[in-house]
């Protein structure tokens, strides 16, 4: 009986991992909020959310996105961002914004700023609403 114990106990240790994320070093339970991509200040609107593990969604100018997120912090990758297909005037912003967002490798939470990069240097800089 006491193997058997010990062997349910072992199989359930996965299911207890915690969250390596960038979601847990900071960026979780807030909305991000694009000020700056490629260096130019970002005027539509598109906001960032890690809303469980293992996940991040948000709002880009036009659409509605999601993706999985599963790598350790400070590692970040999208991997493949699904989004709603409504048209917009900002389709070029939404575009380059996604784009960027597919790219990045590196995440940074500084308090209220979250910073995403790549080999090039800083792609996406969010700030977090209140």
Same mark, same amino acid.
């Given at each position: 009986?006491?193997?058997?114990?010990?062997?349910?106990?072992?199989?359930?240790?996965?299911?207890?991992?915690?969250?390596?994320?960038?979601?847990?070093?900071?960026?979780?339970?807030?909305?991000? =909020?694009l000020v700056e991509l490629d260096g130019t200040p970002f005027d539509?609107?598109? =906001?960032?959310?890690?809303?469980? =593990?293992?996940?991040?969604?948000?709002?880009?100018?036009?659409?509605?996105?999601?993706?999985?997120?599963?790598?350790?912090?400070?590692?970040?990758?999208?991997?493949?961002?699904?989004?709603?297909?409504?048209?917009?005037?900002?389709?070029?912003?939404?575009?380059?914004?996604?784009?960027?967002?597919?790219?990045? =490798?590196?995440?940074?939470?500084?308090?209220?700023?979250?910073?995403?990069?790549?080999?090039?240097?800083?792609?996406?800089?969010?700030?977090?609403?209140?």
């Amino acid at each position: 009986m006491r193997s058997f114990l010990i062997l349910a106990a072992l199989s359930a240790l996965p299911q207890c991992q915690s969250d390596e994320t960038v979601r847990a070093y900071g960026a979780g339970d807030k909305t991000w =909020t694009l000020v700056e991509l490629d260096g130019t200040p970002f005027d539509a609107r598109a =906001t960032l959310t890690f809303p469980e =593990t293992g996940k991040i969604a948000g709002e880009a100018p036009c659409n509605a996105y999601s993706a999985a997120m599963t790598v350790p912090y400070p590692w970040f990758d999208a991997g493949h961002i699904a989004a709603t297909r409504r048209a917009c005037p900002d389709l070029a912003a939404e575009t380059a914004f996604l784009n960027a967002l597919g790219e990045v =490798t590196i995440s940074d939470v500084l308090g209220d700023t979250l910073i995403l990069s790549d080999e090039s240097g800083e792609r996406l800089i969010f700030k977090a609403v209140d």
